[in-house]
């Protein structure tokens, strides 16, 4: 049984490319063998993750990643059961939001700003799908 988990969380300190690399190179190291995809998207210090996978896969995974000292106030946005992946093609794709065009932020929201924690789930969800359907995900490892 497939599910798909959304979280926000809060980056512990600068979000400088080395944290959000190491980051990534352990996704592409584990995700495959846990049969886990998603997307991975950043900005000032928040951080947005969308995973999909086994429930078992993706709940052991979250229960250890709320645990990482490199971010904190981890929110679950949705959790829901899926018939499908909408982001298999990555063991983890990346998206620097930095480098989104603004209008794609407009379409969900009332200022050009994106913040999760008071947005949400499935708009920030319907974000995340403009975003792979604009190709603006990077391959990581995939
Ligand atoms: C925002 C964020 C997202 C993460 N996403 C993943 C992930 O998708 N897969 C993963 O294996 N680890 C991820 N991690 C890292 C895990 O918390 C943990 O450090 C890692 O799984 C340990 O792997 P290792 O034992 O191979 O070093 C993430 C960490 C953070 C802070």
């Known amino acids: 049984m497939l599910v798909r988990l959304l979280y926000a969380s809060r980056a512990a300190g600068p979000l400088a490319p ?3 690399e190491s980051i990534l190179d ?3 190291r ?3 063998r846990l049969g886990i995809s998603g997307m991975l998207c950043y900005f000032d210090d928040t951080f947005i993750q969308v995973l999909e996978g086994g429930r078992d896969a ?3 995974l979250f229960n250890a990643l709320v645990r990482d000292d490199r971010h904190k106030a981890v929110r679950i946005l949705t959790f829901e059961e899926i018939g499908e992946r909408r982001f298999g093609g990555w063991t983890m ?3 620097n939001m930095a480098k989104v065009n603004p209008s794609l932020l407009l379409k969900y929201s009332e200022k050009p700003l994106l913040n999760p924690f008071a947005a949400s789930g499935r708009a920030t969800l319907a974000l995340l799908d403009d975003l792979v359907a604009a190709a603006l995900v990077v391959s990581q490892g995939s």
């Open 93 to 95: 794709g990346a998206v």
């Open 58 to 60: 993706v709940c052991d």
């Open 26 to 28: 352990q996704s592409r």
């Open 30 to 32: 584990n995700n495959p």
């Open 18 to 20: 080395p944290v959000v």
